[in-house]
């Protein structure tokens, strides 16, 4: 069974930094997106950052210039450097990989920036 295992999160304050990392574990696969969504009380899901195998990116509006995501095929993995936190950024961070052998989510990790 494929499992997406999420690292990085925790409480930092605002202007700090976090690196989130989502690994595949379970199963070897070739993908063809991997992102980073988040979810916040009262709002949508929202994609983040998304990174193909092509090695094209992708950004919301609201990260750009502050969040970079990237991948390491060697160890199925993607990350998603945040830096210059704000309170809005505060949510549950998912890990998304679409692959051949199907869609695969991880079970989040949690954001909280905050004084």
């Known amino acids: 069974q494929v499992q997406l295992v999420e690292s990085g999160g925790g409480l930092v304050q605002p202007g700090g930094s976090l690196r989130l990392s989502c690994v595949a574990s379970?199963?070897?696969?070739?993908?063809?997106?991997m992102g980073w969504y988040r979810q916040a009380p009262g709002k949508q899901r929202e994609l983040v950052a998304a990174i193909t195998s092509g090695g094209s990116t992708n950004y919301a509006d609201s990260v750009k210039g502050r969040f970079t995501i990237s991948r390491d095929n060697a160890k199925n993995a993607v990350y998603l450097q945040m830096n210059s936190l704000k309170p809005e950024d505060t949510a549950v961070y998912l890990c998304n990989v679409r692959a051949t052998l199907g869609i695969f989510w991880g079970q989040g990790t949690q954001v909280t920036v905050s004084s």
């Open positions: 379970g199963s070897i696969f070739s993908f063809y997106f």
